[in-house]
């Protein structure tokens, strides 16, 4: 398939809705989001930003049958050999594809994010391993490489007529969550953060709903124009806000319900109907009762 183009700057962008745990990333299938910034949209949608110089990859795919497949995308998209890799938090669909990549490849990632990885990595693969035989296949024997340079807030690379900011804001979804800023074309690869009408996904307590919010903020002044999230469908600057308003109205109406009294599992039930009904356009609302769960324990 030939690369698809995603309209101007204002238009909203392609609408393009992705079917979760679809392990398989589409081959010879390339968006162009932005100038420098193309997108293999799948699950997860990966990011590739070429400049004159080098290429920068943000995430692998789940192991390296996918990991090859960006590779190959990657190295058609070139104009020089240098070649980056990037991951925006440590969980297998977005990390556990680097072997496949050449070994000239330079990983980087926050300080944070490898601390993460190598304290539950085995973990989450072993997890994502047991949900089904395809994901056992695709990780199977996955070694994870060390990262060759690490950072503690943020590292800009100039890949040549464009420069990528790898930003670590805070904990979200994850404590190790990486976002990425591309200059001058104005797009954000956010990682998990910013997605298009998806529940925020937060499956344990290294997820912070205060931290979450914090970093829309944080995001919201880079005044993106393009979004790449990891999940779901390409988006504009507008998904931010989206966003946020969502998370904080849950965040609210969690506290409220903890201010009543009502019993964490029993908020999680109630608000998971009320914002079905009041998001309907939304996908499913199975990730409410964890937010509730960290609403309740931040507001201690």
Partial sequence: MPLRKMGPVG???????????????PQNSVTHVSEHVYAIVGWPNVGIIVGDRATLVVDTGMGPRNGATVVKEAQKLAKGPKLYLTTTHFHPEHASGDAAFPPGTILIR??????????????????????????KELLQDVKLRRPDIVFDREVKLDLGAVTARLLWLGAGHTR??????????????????????????????????????????????LRPRFIVPDHGALGDGALIAQERTFLAALQARAME?????????????????????????????GPVPNVV???YAESQ
Wanted: no cysteine; glycine share 8%.
């Fill in 257 to 285: 319900l903890k201010r009543k009294g009502t019993s964490v599992e029993e908020a999680g039930k109630l608000l998971s109907a009320e914002f079905k009904a009041r998001y309907p356009d939304w996908e499913s609302m």
């Fill in 11 to 25: 238009a909203v962008a392609m609408a393009m809705a992705v079917a979760q745990n679809q392990p398989l990333l």
């Fill in 176 to 221: 190790g969550d990486e976002e990425t800023f591309v200059e001058p074309d104005g797009t954000l690869l956010p990682g998990d953060i910013v997605e298009n009408k998806l529940v925020p996904s937060m499956p344990n307590a290294d997820s912070s709903v205060k931290g979450w919010l914090g970093m829309l903020d944080q995001l919201e002044a």
């Fill in 110 to 135: 926050p300080v944070v994010q490898q601390e993460e990885l190598q304290a539950r990595g085995a973990e989450f693969l072993a997890m994502f391993s047991g949900r089904s035989a395809q994901f």
């Fill in 293 to 295: 769960r960290r609403v």
